[in-house]
């Protein structure tokens, strides 16, 4: 299951956030710093209209969405790195996450305490940034003392991972996310294991005011943030207000609930937009399995093969490969379910190592 750490400065709307996609009160949000120090954990479905319109062709008796974890994290300080406030305990949590959401305050509120006492999201930013470089280099000075050994002892291996692991050290060294860094797959390869927090995709969800929902583009601060980080194709900004997403909470009519947004100026809930981000910043991609038992939906990285894909169904489905029936979303529909897709040849025959496509519809033969 994909997880997505929410983390930021103390006081900056990660609970109230995480409040509001796992639509619950799990998550203590109050005005002082450390208010959260267990991580707390809420899985969501994946929002997909799609589905929606599957379910209306197919009407199985069963739907199962897709789902992505959150995990609200404890509020970083500087010195984490070295263990100032919850900062061990910080890290080790993050490392456990596929993506990280960094909540940026971009509002000003005298109501509301910032932790340095002054709202400027490029330094909180680069606060947290610089905690997370910081941890990678210490893993990676622990690494080199044991590689460089073996690479004494004439160890091939050790010799490549040596020459990636400076590579990266002094990337990080120049205040960089090793998201930033170019590295093939051989090199990514040999350092997955060390799990290295700034490799992971980052987006940044910047809490504004209520006001500024209609035009959030014209708030200095978020302004500044996507003048910040245009360069890293690894990052990426979602926009929300702490404020009506804590209201929302309270709103379990979803017509309701879409007015009140369309009022302020809003075309969809945060949930959609962090999820939608986050999956493209993981570069995954969604099939469906659809008959009248169940429809589901299925998470994959994009450019898995049909045997790959086939195996996050069940192992036995992967070993023993037929072949794969597919039909594309849009000719599902438009074709009114499977038995018209046959009737008009949209059905395709697809072997192991047909790439599977976002929305494709899939019926998988085999035999064990």
Not at 126 to 148: C, Y
Not at 160 to 176: I, Y
Not at 179 to 184: A, C, I, R, Y
Not at 287 to 309: C, D, H
Request: hydrophobic content about 40%; overall charge negative; glycine content about 6%.
């Amino acid at each position: 299951m994909i997880g997505i750490g929410i983390v930021g400065l103390p006081n900056v709307g990660k609970s109230t956030l995480f409040n509001a996609i796992t639509k619950s009160n799990n998550a203590l949000s109050a005005n002082y710093p450390f208010a959260t120090i267990e991580p707390n954990i809420g899985t969501v479905s994946v929002p997909d209209k799609r589905m929606r319109e599957l379910e209306k062709i197919i009407n199985p008796k069963a739907v199962v969405e897709a789902v992505v974890k959150f995990v609200d994290i404890a509020g970083l300080v500087k010195g984490a790195s070295k263990g100032e406030g919850l900062g061990n305990q910080f890290l080790t949590n993050i490392r456990n996450t596929e993506a990280i959401c960094q909540v940026v305050r971009c509002f000003d509120n005298d109501d509301i305490i910032h932790v340095d006492g002054k709202v400027d999201p490029i330094r909180d930013i680069e606060t947290i940034n610089l905690e997370l470089i910081f941890s990678d280099i210490e893993t990676i000075n622990r690494a080199l003392q044991k590689q460089v050994k073996l690479v004494r002892a004439n160890d091939k291996t050790a010799k490549a991972l040596v020459e990636v692991l400076e590579k990266c050290k002094t990337h990080l060294e120049s205040e960089n996310l090793l998201n930033s860094l170019e590295l093939d797959s051989d090199e990514l390869e040999l350092i997955k294991v060390y799990q290295f927090l700034t490799i992971k995709p980052m987006m940044y969800a910047l809490n504004i005011a209520e006001d500024d929902l209609k035009d959030p583009e014209s708030n200095k601060y978020v302004k500044l943030v996507r003048e910040y980080i245009k360069d890293n194709k690894e990052s990426d900004i979602v926009i929300f207000s702490a404020k009506v997403e804590s209201e929302l909470i309270d709103i379990d009519d979803e017509e309701m609930k879409m007015e009140f947004l369309k009022e302020l100026g809003v075309s969809e809930p945060s949930l959609d937009r962090l999820i939608s981000t986050g999956y493209r910043l993981l570069g995954l991609i969604t099939f469906f399995t659809a008959g009248v038992k169940e429809l589901r939906a299925w998470t994959i990285k994009n450019g898995t093969n049909a045997q790959n894909a086939a195996s996050e169904i069940h192992t036995d489905i992967s070993r023993g490969f037929i072949r794969a029936e597919t039909v594309s979303y849009d000719k599902f529909i438009e074709d009114k379910g499977w038995q018209g897709a046959k009737a008009n040849a949209n059905v395709r025959l697809e072997g192991k190592e047909y790439i599977v496509k976002d929305g494709d519809v899939m019926y998988f033969r085999f035999n064990v």
